[in-house]
């Protein structure tokens, strides 16, 4: 039987070169159920962090891995990314705007052992604050559809799940816009990183869609 850590004992930080293996190994868990060929991405991941640290240079930004060490141990991984693909779908002009506006998380997992003693939750507020500090307005992670003990996880810190294809909106300063879920068979569970501002689901015309919105009182017409 595996002693479980108290919370004092665990510590998260960004990964450091030579935890490339360690995150990829904590990686293929997220991964293993719902990605046919999880290598391919995880082991340049690795390489990247193995040569860089857990800032990985990417398209329209920068990946962050953070690492929870239990000791000496790597126990837990969480690694953010810009949201490359929406992004993709942005005009230039509005891409240079928006880089920052969403943070996905791309990965995480802990190690079997080291389960339900805090260590997910702690690196998942500390992506939500660094992301918070770098003016990101959402986080975003996609879940495998019908995964629903990682939902209710989710919902449980805070996050909203939305319906498989239901689009995501909020407020920029050009106006509303929208992201969701690539119909890959994922389902979105989104938080807003923003204080005074709420996640909501609106129904129009028989759809609905999930607005960041703010929680004052909305102008009458
Ligand atoms: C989802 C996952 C990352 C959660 O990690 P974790 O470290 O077990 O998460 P936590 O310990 O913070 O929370 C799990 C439960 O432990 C308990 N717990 C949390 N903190 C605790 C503490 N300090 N002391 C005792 N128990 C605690 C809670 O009951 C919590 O459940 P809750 O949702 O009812 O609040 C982990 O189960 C995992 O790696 N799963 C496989 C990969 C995966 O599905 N990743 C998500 C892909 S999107």
Known sequence: MTDQPDSDAITITLAAKGDGQAAATLGAL??????????APLSSL??????????????????????????????GVLYTTPPIRWLQGQSADQRARLTQALVEIELLAVSEPYRNCGIGTALLETAEHTARNAGSHLALAKIRAGAFPTMRWYRRRGYTIAAQGEPVLFRT??????????????????KTLRLGTAVRRRTARGTTCLVAEHTATQPTR
Request: glycine share 14%; aromatic share 4%; proline share 5%.
């Open 46 to 75: 690795a390489d990247a962090i193995d040569e860089h640290g857990g800032r990985v240079a990417l398209p329209y930004g920068n990946g962050h891995c953070l690492t929870a060490r239990i000791g000496s141990t790597v126990a």
């Open 30 to 39: 997220a991964l293993s159920d719902h990605t046919p060929s999880p290598q």
């Open 173 to 190: 300063r050009q106006g509303f816009a929208s992201c969701d879920d690539g119909n890959d068979g994922h389902q979105l569970a989104v």
